[in-house]
């Protein structure tokens, strides 16, 4: 059951996610039929003021001692730091130990690796700090491409707004889905979303190590459209297509396909984005042979369709055509 929650707040929390967690389980929600939760502030000191990441205070009513009992414990993001209070590791594993669901939003997922607790689990966080959360805690199984992670009774969110998903699924899980409904209408966000993280990242291009292939490979992102094979390519870059293969791939960290791929679903993301053509009309200034062979791979590559992405991303005056 979910009848009380306690958030952990340490220096350099982040407002925003910290709020997530109020909204979601510090408001009573009884008069739309949702059970009353208990919820607590808890700090290392209780009562007195912490800093934050936008140059405000705040200052936990409950010490830590407040961890006691409660059913779930949720880290809000905070700043990364190399070290994190023991009282606080202590309280989470403890949390953790005696059967209490441990939640933590975006960068909170650091302070529960540091406590030991993601070892061997699957887990987010925020992609922009996958590199670095992987080098700090190997042993965890991170998957960066997801909103958010339920590994039984730890649940991890990827950033900022993936902490609502997070909340509103542990709602979901342990309240029912009227419950859930319920909050997320009165916070005016969706129940549920589709999709995952990656539709937010950056795409990392495969660059070229080398200045041999750079012409062509600018050649190339100027004619996406065009149908290209190994054997055209190694022909305009007046190598064999043996030697043309194993340079690509030495210089690119990649196959030639696979980069004209990537680079096609990187170009119809900015069409999606930036104008309001057709899917079909994308799929074709992309390289695309049809609409459904775009679908496929942008979904494989984003994590989303086109025109999901395109509902999310495209400019205001851009119509969710296709």
Excluded at 177 to 206: C, E, H, N, W, Y
């Amino acid at each position: 059951m979910l009848r009380s929650v306690a958030a952990v707040v340490l220096d350099g929390a982040a407002p925003f996610e910290l709020g997530v967690l109020c909204e979601v389980f510090g408001l009573d929600r009884t008069a739309d039929a949702v059970p009353p939760i208990e919820f607590r502030v808890c700090g290392e000191r209780p009562g007195v003021p912490l800093g934050t990441s936008v140059g405000m205070s705040l200052t936990p009513e409950h010490g830590l001692d407040g961890l006691d009992g409660v059913d779930v414990v949720a880290v809000p993001a905070c700043r990364i730091r190399d070290v994190y209070p023991p009282g606080v590791l202590t309280g989470l594993r403890e949390a953790e130990a005696r059967g209490a669901t441990v939640l933590s939003v975006c960068t909170g997922a650091f302070v529960l690796g540091a406590a030991g607790i993601l070892d061997g689990r699957r887990c987010t966080t925020h992609w922009f700090q996958a590199a670095d959360f992987r080098r700090r805690f190997p042993a965890a199984h991170l998957d960066p491409d997801v909103l958010y992670v339920d590994d039984g009774n730890v649940v991890t969110s990827a950033g900022t707004a993936a902490g609502i998903d997070a909340c509103l699924h542990l709602v979901r899980r342990e309240l029912g889905s009227g419950a859930a409904t319920k909050i997320a209408r009165r916070m005016v966000v969706p129940p549920q979303r589709d999709g995952g993280q990656r539709q937010f990242i950056d795409l990392p291009v495969p660059e070229c190590s080398a200045d041999s292939l750079q012409p062509l490979l600018s050649w190339l992102q100027e004619k996406l459209d065009r149908e290209h094979t190994v054997a055209s390519l190694a022909g305009q870059a007046q190598m064999s297509q043996r030697t043309f293969a194993r340079r690509f791939v030495a210089e690119t960290g990649t196959t030639p396909n696979q980069w004209l791929v990537t680079q096609r679903v990187l170009h119809a993301r900015r069409l999606l984005e930036d104008t309001q053509l057709g899917i079909d009309q994308i799929a074709r200034e992309c390289g695309f042979s049809t609409a459904a062979l775009l679908r496929h791979h942008f979904r494989r590559i984003v994590g989303v369709t086109p025109r999901d992405y395109r509902r999310t991303f495209s400019r205001p005056a851009v119509a969710s055509s296709g």
